[in-house]
């Protein structure tokens, strides 16, 4: 299968981000697969489709310092980017991808665990969707549906600034902030940090093409956008700089506030769940989800299913067992894949919202 391979180089922060969405809606259930390549000559801030901005990034910092902050259409957490990455952006026609995330990770993280074993980093897949080198990160990934595509996101991580991304994290005190950065330093390696200098980037990309090839059993080959597709990219970036798509979890958190009435409680609680983090807003009425809101940085695909869910759930009894069975029947009715978020993990998370209730 042929493999196209566009490499956009350095390009501005926001076509960093918009390149794979642009493309991924231009495919077609015939089409060729691509892999296209990028590195951001402007640095930003990027959260998770279903990521409240107001609770995960200090907004303040990242105006004052000149940050944008913009979401994308696959999950996960908050990242500070900047040069430093090279981005991998595979884009398939669904019907050319398994259509499982447990599935996906193994099988396009492969060639990039390969890529870094032969320039002698011992690389290793560490499900759900992480890649470590001896117990500590080197990176992640991300899939989702967009359009009629699945994309599997990641990233080479050349070195990484985690000074700055301390600070563009929201968290609860300044001393809570130099735990976060020491943390990251201790927890996360870069290619900088095992091989003690930046990688040839044409070497690097010539590396990791081999492997795709091997590992994928696919034909790269090197090309260029269509004019469709730069219209597409430039339509993605209007996309995902328009503050309505920016803000939209943030909105959907005021709207669930403002139906609290005499008898309802609105309550938040957070569980890590080994597929990221889940956080809640409950509105609760007589013992009853009135009206739930769910976010955080796990994978949903396709992406709206968390709305949808939420909605299933609504009138079901705060009960661990009701949440659970309900939780469950949602998820296989809707067809929804949450790698590493069980509805168990779902129906903990709203009892500890519950829970919170005067």
């Not at 493999?3 to 495919?27: C, K, M, N, W």
């Not at 599935?103 to 969707?129: D, H, K, S």
């Not at 034909?219 to 209007?238: G, H, K, L, N």
Request: net charge negative; aromatic share 6%; with cysteine.
């Amino acid at each position: 299968m042929r493999l196209r391979v566009i490499d956009f180089g350095l390009v501005p922060g926001l076509r960093s981000q918009a390149v794979y969405h642009g493309l991924a809606e231009t495919l077609g259930p015939d089409s060729d697969p691509i892999l296209s390549l990028a590195s951001p000559a402007t640095p930003y801030v990027c959260v998770g489709m279903h990521q409240d901005i107001e609770k995960e990034v200090d907004t303040a910092f990242c105006a004052a310092h000149g940050l944008p902050v913009w979401r994308r259409q696959v999950g996960g957490g908050a990242v500070y980017l900047d040069h430093n990455q090279l981005f991998t952006h595979f884009i398939y026609p669904e019907a050319k991808a398994p259509s499982r995330a447990d599935q996906l990770y193994p099988m396009f993280i492969e060639p990039v665990v390969r890529t870094y074993r032969e320039m002698g980093i011992n690389a290793v897949w560490r499900p759900v969707n992480d890649i470590q080198v001896d117990g500590r990160k080197i990176g992640g990934t991300g899939a989702a549906s967009i359009g009629q595509a699945t994309v599997m996101v990641g990233s080479f991580l050349l070195d990484f600034d985690t000074a700055t991304m301390a600070k563009c994290l929201k968290v609860p005190s300044e001393k809570f902030r130099d735990k976060l950065r020491q943390t990251l330093d201790d927890y996360m390696t870069t290619m900088v940090k095992e091989l003690g200098h930046l990688p040839d980037r044409a070497d690097l990309k010539a590396r990791f093409l081999r492997h795709c090839a091997d590992a994928l059993g696919v034909q790269p080959v090197a090309d260029q956008p269509t004019r469709a597709e730069w219209v597409a990219i430039e339509q993605a970036e209007a996309m995902l700089s328009d503050p309505e798509w920016t803000d939209v979890q943030h909105r959907k958190t005021v709207a669930l506030g403002v139906k609290i009435a005499a008898d309802t409680h609105l309550t938040e609680a957070a569980r890590k769940a080994p597929g990221g983090l889940v956080r809640v807003n409950l509105l609760a009425r007589e013992g009853r989800v009135a009206d739930l809101l769910i976010s955080g940085d796990f994978t949903c695909l396709p992406p709206d299913g968390v709305d949808r869910l939420c909605d299933s759930l609504k009138g079901v009894a705060l009960d661990e067992a009701a949440l659970t069975a309900a939780a469950t029947a949602a998820i296989a009715r809707l067809g929804l894949d949450l790698p590493g978020v069980a509805a168990a993990d779902l129906a903990a998370t709203i009892l500890a919202a519950a829970e919170g209730a005067p």
